[in-house]
């Protein structure tokens, strides 16, 4: 939808290499190849990520372009053939493993610094490094000096604000459903609402015995379960609700994250109720568009529904501030700008330096 769309508008003779299970495909002038679904985890890692990597060199590109931790190795193997390698990291791994359920302690921590040595020694010899968020690209800049970021911003154009002034009666989740991105909290805290709103909650369960556990909740039936949408089905849900939330439970991977929803909202014009972090309270509260509760306390996410709901006047000022924030800086388009003049630098013929042995001035040049 941007990295693929963006490059291509620039020139690039772009592929998109997927393991969806939905099939080759011919999208905006992007050709998709599909090397099958995998059915669990283990395959996904093993089989999955060696399926990806042959796809990938049959196009024979000149540059790779990585999305996924499992596919450094196949990095690796594209860098020694002689190809471009970029990663694009979109979390904080090691982090993220720490926090991963399925995982012991000891298991979480030795995963965390087994991967940390794999990320440090295949990084060091790609060609650059995409970082979703400025705490990832300050831990990867000390690995790799081309390393830039490259926020996943909403495109401006998908979102536009309902011209109507009328209450509305909804309020949103849009994304992955999961204990840990708090959706128990979110339906107990639809129990203890005044106003006569609804939740529309627009996602898939990650853990579909959680989908069971909570449809017990009393809050459930003020629930509108409404499955997985596409682009234009969470739009339209976005633009008429009266708020949106992100009340994701503060784990070491989401306290410092950019979670894409939340600009989504903002780009749609409606308020944010969102987790109590002090980097999300920053941008909600720096910019006025929203409020900002304990995550885990279903009482504190209730009374801010219900502030908002109270008060529509107000939502919808909270609303316009949020989307012209999102206008003036939290926008694709100007990430794509970014993403751009990497891939010129990327790219640009290298001019070697007056003195071969002067190596460190090629390498700064050679940054730059």
Not at 2 to 23: F, I, N, P
Not at 68 to 85: N, Q, S, T, Y
Not at 159 to 175: I, K, M, N, Q, W
Request: proline residues 6%; hydrophobic residues 45%.
């Amino acid at each position: 939808m941007k990295q693929c769309r963006s490059l291509a508008s620039q020139g690039h003779e772009v592929s998109l290499v997927v393991a969806d299970g939905l099939g080759d495909a011919y999208v905006d002038g992007i050709p998709i190849t599909d090397v099958g679904r995998s059915r669990g985890r283990r395959e996904r890692m093993l089989r999955s990520t060696w399926r990806v990597g042959r796809a990938a060199m049959a196009l024979d590109a000149d540059v790779y372009q990585l999305h996924d931790p499992e596919l450094l190795p196949v990095g690796l193997r594209l860098r020694f053939a002689g190809r471009k390698v970029v990663f694009d990291a979109h979390e904080d791994v090691p982090t993220q493993l720490l926090d991963k359920p399925y995982l012991s302690p000891f298991g979480a921590r030795l995963l965390a610094a087994s991967y940390g040595l794999l990320e440090k020694a295949a990084l060091r010899r790609f060609d650059g490094v995409l970082a979703a968020t400025a705490l990832i690209r300050d831990r990867l800049s000390r690995i790799h000096p081309r390393t830039i970021e490259v926020n996943n911003f909403p495109c401006t154009e998908e979102f536009c604000v309902a011209s109507d002034t009328g209450p509305r009666e909804h309020f949103c989740y849009v994304g992955s459903i999961s204990a840990i991105r708090g959706v128990r909290e979110l339906v107990k805290a639809c129990a203890l609402l005044r106003a006569p709103a609804r939740l529309s909650l627009a996602g898939s369960f990650a853990e579909p015995e959680l989908e069971a556990e909570v449809a017990r909740y009393p809050g459930w039936n003020r629930v509108d379960a409404l499955g997985h949408l596409d682009r234009q089905g969470v739009a339209a849900v976005m633009s008429g609700a009266f708020a949106g939330l992100v009340t994701l439970l503060p784990t070491a991977s989401y306290r410092d994250a950019l979670p894409v929803k939340m600009f989504e909202y903002m780009a749609a014009g409606i308020p944010v109720i969102a987790s109590d972090f002090p980097l999300w309270r920053n941008i909600v509260e720096g910019n006025r568009c929203g409020l900002c509760v304990d995550p885990h306390d279903p009482a504190a996410i209730a009374a801010a529904i219900d502030f908002l709901a109270d008060k529509p006047a107000l939502a919808r000022e909270m609303g316009a501030r949020g989307r012209r924030a999102v206008l003036e800086r939290y926008n694709w388009e100007n990430e794509a700008g970014k993403l751009a003049a990497f891939y010129t630098d990327l790219l640009a013929p290298r001019t070697f330096p007056e003195h071969p042995g002067d190596k460190d001035s090629f390498i700064t040049h050679s940054i730059r």
